[in-house]
């Protein structure tokens, strides 16, 4: 049986380790360990099931659907999702349809009123509220609620944020040995838990990084913390990132969104010397109840110089 490491898998498919991971977490592949090997390896149908679902999430299915239509036999579940998603698509285009419509009337009063100050904008906007009141009385077309929906479906990045983590020192997912423990279903959770460092998520505690292809957590510790546990310590340096939050399953995109913003910026540009992160936000009772993970995603960024 031809296996492929992991590594490989990465740059074929442009996904992260992690995000295989996840999908092994969700029963969608599968992975086998070799002999003698401590990386994750993948045979030809692995693979051929991930390039389904690779054209599957490009097409937007989302993964709860992937995992129903792998567990059915019936083509009637893949054409469904299909369906499913046409309409919400139709919804989306009819729902900014009418968001350009409203924009053109705008800059068409606008234009027509003669407008030349900004002050004179809020009655303007407040003429053309109460034409979307009165249109929306007659039929269900649009309403101010519905345009900030539009607005927030619209901006795929909608909070990028620019934070400072402080030097401190860490404990890493590594024995001290040098194998790699693997992180998965709630390890995270859980790995460091006996030794009092359960970590709490969105308090900048705990995060995932990507180290030769492979994600490992860390785990901040006090300064003088007497590492007696089999887990490898160090420094971390800190430093400015570019943070943004995404749900796990868009989370790939997410990155690279986050770093073409990065690409854009008249202050920062990327720090190739450090690692990029991940941390998770979103309670774990709260994640494992409804299978949504939501992460923060970390760029690390430095100013530019002048």
Not at 103 to 129: C, H, W
Not at 218 to 224: A, C, V
Not at 231 to 244: K, P, Q, R
Not at 251 to 256: E, K, L, Q, S
Request: proline share 3%.
């Amino acid at each position: 049986m031809d296996l492929i490491r992991i590594n490989e898998v990465v740059e074929i498919f442009g996904l992260s380790s992690r995000t295989l991971r996840y999908y092994e977490e969700k029963g969608l592949i599968w992975s086998h360990y070799p002999e003698y090997k401590v990386q994750r390896h993948y045979d030809a149908a692995a693979l051929e099931r991930l390039k389904q679902i690779v054209v599957l999430r490009k097409l937007q299915i989302p993964i709860k659907d992937i995992a129903t239509i792998f567990q059915s036999e019936s083509t009637a579940v893949l054409t469904q999702a299909f369906v499913d998603k046409l309409d919400s698509l139709d919804g989306e285009i009819a729902a900014l349809s009418e968001l350009r419509q409203v924009v053109n009337d705008f800059l068409n009063q606008m234009v027509t009123k003669g407008i030349k100050r900004i002050s004179a904008v809020p009655l303007l906007y407040e003429e053309l509220e109460k034409r979307l009141i009165a249109a929306e009385e007659k039929s269900d077309t649009i309403s101010v609620e519905k345009l900030s929906n539009i607005n927030r479906k619209a901006l795929r990045l909608h909070d990028v944020r620019i934070i400072r983590l402080p030097a401190v020192r860490i404990l890493i997912s590594r024995l001290k040995t040098g194998e790699l423990i693997t992180l998965d279903g709630d390890k995270m959770q859980n790995l460091f838990a006996a030794y009092g460092l359960t970590p709490t998520p969105g308090m900048r505690d705990c995060f995932y990084r990507c180290e030769l292809g492979e994600w490992t957590m860390i785990r901040t510790i006090p300064q003088g913390y007497d590492n007696q546990t089999p887990y490898i310590d160090e420094s971390f340096a800190g430093g400015l990132y570019a943070v943004a939050s995404s749900f796990f399953e868009d989370m790939d995109d997410t990155f690279i969104l986050l770093k073409g913003w990065v690409s854009k910026s008249e202050n920062y540009e990327i720090d190739i010397a450090r690692i990029e992160m991940i941390e998770e936000i979103l309670p774990w009772d709260i994640a494992h109840k409804t299978g949504k993970y939501q992460q923060d995603v970390f760029i690390p960024i430095k100013m530019k110089e002048v």
